[in-house]
């Protein structure tokens, strides 16, 4: 299983940053367990500086430029440099802030070029009774592929993160047998956009109040990889907590 942590802008000190990442650091020595934590990009910095475990980091978005004259923004260049080795992007809290498809298209390319491997965020505000939402998830993973190639489009993770269980608790999380449905929907999605058979070792993760008490039926009932994880992994004994569920 390949757990996500999203920390957003939840950890601000360094002292709780350090905190989670031993907890973590302890975590990913269980079997079958990859854990990738996405600090804010200064406590990456300095968290993966020293970092010699099996545990990985992420940025939680990257720039859509090539970089330059261009106060404020952080590059894929300059999270690799951070030895990041993941990237989170169109995440809806970043498409909110402005990202179009187009632009998340952009930064698929930008990510991969520079050794990141996309974790791209997808999923509806709201489910509607005509399957608008499965065509809109549809829509969202092809427009993000666009402009990458074929090889390039294997190594892209999808994780589905519907908005409206983002963010909530684990009552209003999705159903497992909804998350059934939506993974094998986001398969047959992938199978077709990438070549021969190779959609078969994509990964496919689900977001959206995964806590303690729901990770395990989502994890039992669906054929997910693994889940992206926000308000439940900033807290060490929660996040402990929720990855011993999965062992
Ligand atoms: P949540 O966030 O676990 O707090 O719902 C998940 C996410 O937005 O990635």
């Given at each position: 299983m390949l757990i996500v942590a999203n920390w957003k802008a939840y950890v601000e000190e360094l002292a709780r940053a350090k905190k989670l990442l031993a907890v973590s650091k302890r975590l990913a020595r269980e079997d079958g367990i990859a854990i990738v934590l996405a600090p804010p990009a200064p406590l990456l910095g300095v968290l993966s500086a020293k970092n010699k475990s099996r545990v990985a980091f992420a940025a939680q978005d990257i720039s859509a430029t090539a970089g330059g004259?261009?106060?404020?923004e952080a590059t894929a260049p300059a999270y690799a440099a951070a030895s990041a080795s993941y990237a989170i992007l169109g995440h809806s809290e970043r498409r909110a802030a402005g990202d179009t498809d187009a632009v998340v298209a952009v930064k698929l390319a930008h990510a991969l070029a520079h050794g990141l491997t996309p974790i791209l965020c997808v999923g509806e505000a709201e489910r509607d009774g005509e399957g608008r939402y499965l065509a809109l998830v549809r829509e969202e993973i092809t427009a993000a592929v666009e402009l990458l190639t074929p090889r390039e489009r294997t190594r892209v993770i999808v994780a589905y993160e519907p908005l409206w269980a983002i963010g909530t608790t684990a009552e209003h999380a999705i159903d497992p047998n909804d998350l059934a449905e939506m993974v094998l929907y986001i398969r047959k999605v992938i199978a077709e956009l990438l070549p021969g058979k190779s959609a078969r070792r994509s990964l496919v993760l689900y977001g959206g109040s995964v806590e303690p008490d729901n990770v395990r039926g989502l994890a039992g009932a669906s054929d997910v990889d693994g889940f992206l994880i926000g308000h439940a992994s900033v807290d060490p004994h929660t996040f402990a907590e929720l990855v011993k569920q999965l062992t």
């Open positions: 004259a261009l106060t404020g």
